[in-house]
């Protein structure tokens, strides 16, 4: 039986799906197991972490979600984005983003080299979509933190699973509340930012081929 954990963000906790059986890592396991590939899945995400928040519960974690995977994928940072983002709009200035891409190598680094020691696990990391594609500042800020996980990724050996390319001009059509693609979407304080079920079906058919051949 092979094991597949997912780690990471309320993505990866399987928010905007209608069920926990419609979010991208039990969508996963069970096309595996449709091909003859019994797999187990395993989700070490919360809702709000950051990539601080996910390298810290890995290190406190006594269980250590990894130790028995096959494969596990980390998709984290976007609520990096967003902490970011909301400390420019109360006036931090543009410093907050090279101070973000900083903070969030060093995380991913961490977590990498954590899951390299706790397991024979290999790894795929998932670059962020853009919920917000017609603001320039979130195109410039998940690109830069795109640019930071393909370094991460080529530096350990990993594979990359580019959602963005995935999600790219079907945020509409894949993402659960989707409206005009501005920043402004979220001004009422619920931001449209989860994959909706086709998302995370498309998430998981991305994702499949390269943990099927683990």
């Known amino acids: 039986m092979k094991i597949y954990t997912a780690l ?25 197991r449709e091909r003859s590939c019994p797999t ?4 070490f995400a919360y809702p709000g972490w950051t990539s601080t928040d996910l390298r810290l519960a890995l290190a406190e ?12 994928s980390i998709w984290i940072g976007g609520d990096n984005l967003i902490a970011a983002g909301l400390l420019i709009l109360k006036g931090a200035g543009p410093q907050a983003i090279p101070k973000l891409l900083s903070q969030y190598e060093h995380d991913l680094t961490a977590i990498v080299r954590h899951t390299h020691r ?10 962020q979509y853009n919920p917000f594609p017609k603001a320039p500042v979130a195109v410039q800020a998940i690109q830069a933190l795109n640019g930071v996980t393909q370094q991460v990724a080529s530096r350990y050996r990993a594979k990359l699973a580019p959602v963005h390319q995935w999600f790219e001009e079907r945020q509409a059509e894949l993402i659960a509340g ?8 979220g001004a009422g304080g619920s931001l449209p930012v989860h994959p909706n079920d086709k998302g ?10 390269l943990i099927a051949s683990e």
């Open 61 to 72: 974690d006594d269980y250590c979600a990894v130790r028995r995977s096959a494969i596990a």
């Open 178 to 185: 989707y409206r005009n693609g501005r920043l402004e979407d």
């Open 200 to 209: 995370h079906m498309r998430i998981a058919r991305g994702l499949f081929p």
């Open 40 to 43: 187990a899945v395993d989700t």
């Open 118 to 127: 706790s397991s024979k696990a290999s790894i795929v990391l998932c670059t």
């Open 8 to 32: 990471g963000d309320s993505i990866t906790a399987g928010i905007g799906a209608s069920s926990p059986a419609s979010a991208y890592p039990c969508v996963v396991a069970r096309l595996l």
